[in-house]
């Protein structure tokens, strides 16, 4: 089955930029969402089809994904912008199933 | 406005059955996938169950099949699942969520209802 690698964990400072990882293999041939979650909430969200946007999301939030890895690109950094992040495909080799990533908590130092 | 709203949770004994019910809105539900989404306590989100508009086609995740059920009522809005043999591990909170496409994101999500699975 289809796997996506997250790290655990990203650490930024206020203003600064910050890059989530999502690892699969030849991910670049899949269309890659992004959602955020914070405490006691539902997913949100954020970035589709790796690199839009749902109207309400800042711009700050992008997203390439090419080769063996979708990143999702924070700009300038909010503390409100601290969450987990979780990446999405679907595994279109295996009966429309869906995969999720690990997850990962951003911490806004 | 979208509104997705999941009821139905609760403590259960292991063994036992549970039938979770999302009521959608604001939509034109019978145009959407839709799935179900569960996220053990103090874990990552896991995919469940898939089911195509018109219930034609339904897609589960390894560890639940033979044991859950996703269909739909269109006629009502509603979106179920039919929980059976439930195990520990089957403790999560349960989100609906629509999907935009057969291959798209989620973009609407339910506040989630809390399964408890448990002796």
């Known amino acids: 089955s289809y796997v996506l690698t997250q790290p655990p964990s990203v650490s930024v400072a206020p203003g600064q930029t910050a890059r989530i990882t999502c690892g699969g293999n030849?991910?670049?041939?899949?269309?890659v969402h992004w959602y955020q979650q914070k405490p006691g909430q539902a997913p949100v969200l954020v970035v589709y089809d790796d690199s839009d946007r749902p109207s309400g999301i800042p711009e700050r939030f992008s997203g390439p994904n090419s080769g063996n890895t979708a990143t999702l690109t924070i700009s300038r950094v909010e503390a409100g912008d601290e969450a987990d992040y979780y990446c999405?495909?679907?595994?279109?080799?295996?009966?429309?199933?869906?995969?999720f990533g690990g997850g990962t908590k951003l911490t806004v130092l | 406005e979208v509104q997705l709203v999941e009821s139905g949770g609760g403590l259960v004994q292991p063994g036992g059955s549970l039938r979770l019910s999302c009521a959608a809105s604001g939509f034109t539900f019978s145009s959407y996938w839709m799935s179900w989404v569960r996220q053990a306590p103090g874990k990552g989100l896991e995919w469940v169950a898939n089911?195509?508009?018109?219930?034609?086609?339904?897609y589960y995740v390894d560890s639940v099949k033979g044991r859950f059920t996703i269909s739909r009522d269109n006629a009502k809005n509603s979106l179920y699942l039919q929980m059976n043999s439930l195990r520990a591990e089957d403790t999560a909170v349960y989100y609906c969520?629509?999907?935009?496409?057969?291959?798209?994101?989620?973009?609407?999500w339910g506040q989630g209802t809390l399964v408890t699975v448990s002796s």
């Open positions: 999405q495909v679907w595994d279109s080799s295996s009966d429309h199933r869906v995969v």
């Open positions: 089911i195509k508009q018109d219930g034609s086609e339904k």
């Open positions: 969520a629509r999907a935009t496409g057969a291959y798209g994101s989620f973009d609407y």
């Open positions: 030849n991910i670049g041939s899949k269309s």
